[in-house]
C-alpha cells in the first residue's frame, strides 16, 4: 500500500488541513517566518496558515503525496524537538507523544474507520501510532478532526496510510455534496464600558483597556449621540456629546465596508435591533446593514463616520463575533 503511494501517487495532488492551537502555529512559523520558509522549500509543498486572532488555526499542505509526506516529517519532527526542550524546564520524567489533528471530511471518515473499526485498527497496528477519529463534526461544518499521537516516525507512516484510503475513496465514490470547511472561530474578547472606560473581560475579571478607551473617548468627542445613561457632557474638559455644537468641528466622515457570515448577522442586530443600536449609540457611527442577497452568504455592513467612529464600531461589531465562541455578552 505504501508502494502505492510513493511510487503510483507523486502525480497526485492531495490537499491535508490540519488543527492546531496558537503555540503550535508560532513553532511552525519560527522567527520572521524562516521555519515555514524552509518547510515549504525543503518539502516541495504549499504551506498556508489562516489568518485570524483565533485560539486554534488551520495549516493547509497541499502538493504531490511526496511532498506532503516530507512536510509532515518536518512537523512531526519539530513538534518532538519543542516536547524535548520543554521537558529540560519541567520535571517530568516520559516524554509525551507528537500529536497532530487532521481535519476530514465526514463524509471519508467511514472508509478510513473501516467495517467495524477493522480499518482503523489495521492503522494503529501497522503503524504503532494512536488513532482517534472524533464521533461529531467541527462546528459549523462537515468535517471531523483525526487526532493522531505517536513518534514522528509513527505519525508519517500514520499519515501515508490514511493518504491512501483518502485516494481511495476519491477515486471509487466522489463526495456527495459540498464539503463545508470548519473555520476557527476568534478568541473571545467581550467588551464593557463603563463610567468612561472600556474593560475587556478575561476569565471571571474585568481588565481596564486604554487603547479601546482611547478610542471610545475620541469617538465621543467627535459624535452628536448621548453615550449609554449619560445626560451630562462625556467627560470633563472636553465638548462631550452633548457639550457637542454643531456637526463642521469635526473631521471629514469616512466610508468602511465589512462583510459579515449570513449566520454571524444575527448577534451584530440583536433581538429587534438592540445589538446594533447600542454599537451605533456606543461608537456614534452610522451602520448599515445591506439585505440578504440570494445566492450569497455574507451581508455587507458599511460604517460611516470619523476614523475614531469607524474604528470603534469595527471594534464593537468583532467583540460581538467574538462573543459567540463563549455565549458571553460583548455589550
Given amino acids: 500500500m505504501e508502494s502505492k503511494v510513493s511510487e503510483g501517487g507523486l502525480n497526485v495532488t492531495l490537499t491535508i488541513r490540519l488543527l492546531m492551537h496558537g503555540k503550535e502555529v508560532g513553532s511552525i512559523i519560527g522567527k520572521k517566518g524562516e521555519t515555514v520558509k524552509k518547510m515549504r522549500e525543503e518539502s516541495g509543498a504549499r504551506i498556508n496558515i489562516s489568518e485570524g486572532n483565533c485560539p486554534e488555526r488551520i495549516v493547509t499542505i497541499t502538493g504531490p503525496t511526496d511532498a506532503i509526506f516530507k512536510a509532515f516529517a518536518m512537523i512531526a519532527y519539530?513538534?518532538?524537538?519543542?516536547?524535548?526542550?520543554?521537558?529540560?524546564?519541567?520535571?517530568?520524567?516520559?516524554?509525551?507523544?507528537?500529536?497532530?489533528?487532521?481535519?476530514?471530511?465526514?463524509?471519508?471518515c467511514g472508509s478510513l474507520i473501516g467495517k467495524g473499526g477493522s480499518k482503523i485498527k489495521e492503522i494503529r497496528e501497522s503503524t504503532g501510532a494512536q488513532v482517534q477519529v472524533a464521533g461529531d463534526m467541527l462546528p459549523n461544518s462537515t468535517e471531523r478532526a483525526v487526532t493522531i499521537s505517536g513518534t514522528p516516525d509513527a505519525i508519517i507512516q500514520c499519515v501515508k496510510q490514511i493518504c491512501v484510503v483518502m485516494l481511495e475513496v476519491q477515486s471509487q465514490s466522489p463526495p456527495k455534496g459540498a464539503t463545508i470547511p470548519y473555520r476557527p472561530k476568534p478568541a473571545s474578547t467581550p467588551v464593557i464600558f463603563a463610567g468612561g472606560q472600556a474593560y475587556t473581560i478575561q476569565g471571571q475579571y474585568a481588565i481596564p483597556h486604554p487603547d479601546l478607551t482611547k478610542l471610545h473617548q475620541l469617538a465621543m468627542q467627535q459624535t452628536p449621540f448621548t453615550p449609554l445613561g449619560q445626560t451630562t457632557p462625556a467627560f470633563p474638559g472636553t465638548h462631550g456629546a452633548l457639550g457637542f455644537s454643531g456637526l463642521d468641528a469635526s473631521p471629514p466622515a469616512s466610508t468602511h465596508e465589512l462583510t459579515i457570515p449570513n449566520d454571524l448577522i444575527g448577534c451584530i442586530i440583536g433581538r429587534q435591533g438592540t445589538k446594533i443600536n447600542e454599537i451605533r449609540q456606543m461608537s456614534g457611527a452610522q451602520i448599515k446593514i445591506a439585505n440578504a442577497t440570494e445566492g450569497s452568504s455574507e451581508r455587507q455592513i458599511t460604517i460611516t463616520g470619523t476614523p475614531a467612529n469607524i474604528s470603534l464600531a469595527q471594534y464593537l461589531i468583532n467583540a460581538r463575533l467574538t462573543s459567540e465562541v463563549t455565549g458571553m455578552g460583548a455589550l
Avoid: H
Avoid at 79 to 103: C, G, H, Q, Y
Fill in 78 to 108: 519539530k513538534f518532538e524537538e519543542d516536547i524535548i526542550n520543554s521537558m529540560s524546564n519541567s520535571t517530568a520524567t516520559s516524554k509525551p507523544p507528537v500529536t497532530l489533528r487532521l481535519v476530514v471530511p465526514a463524509s471519508q
